[in-house]
Each structure stands twice: as structure tokens, then as C-alpha cells.
């Protein structure tokens, strides 16, 4: 069973993209990147955030 840690870690990448940003949360890198390249955003640079953080 994993350990609240674990779940503290999780990564949540976040795009900021467009004008106004996007927005759009994603728990891979890879999402992200997937979805830059469907909105035509162009690069895939990122907010990481930890769950928990506000």
C-alpha cells in the first residue's frame, strides 16, 4: 500500500500556453506535450506543481 508520500509527490503539469494562458492540468509530461501539439500551442513549457501546493 503506498504511503500519503507518495501521493504528496505526485507531479501536475500545467500549460501555459495561449493568451490568456491555458491553463490545462495534465499528470504527465507527455499528456502536456500532446496537447500542446493538438492546440497548435507550440512549445510544451510547463508549470510543475506537487499536489498540495496552492
Do not use: W
Not at 12 to 23: A, D, M, N
Not at 35 to 51: F, I, P, Q, T, V
Amino acid at each position: 500500500m503506498p504511503s500519503s508520500d507518495s501521493k504528496n509527490t505526485k507531479q501536475i503539469f500545467v500549460c501555459l500556453e495561449g493568451s490568456p494562458r491555458c491553463g490545462a492540468r495534465f499528470d504527465s509530461k507527455k499528456a502536456l506535450e500532446k496537447h500542446c501539439r493538438d492546440k497548435h500551442h507550440g512549445s510544451s513549457e510547463a508549470l510543475l506543481y506537487r499536489s498540495g501546493f496552492s
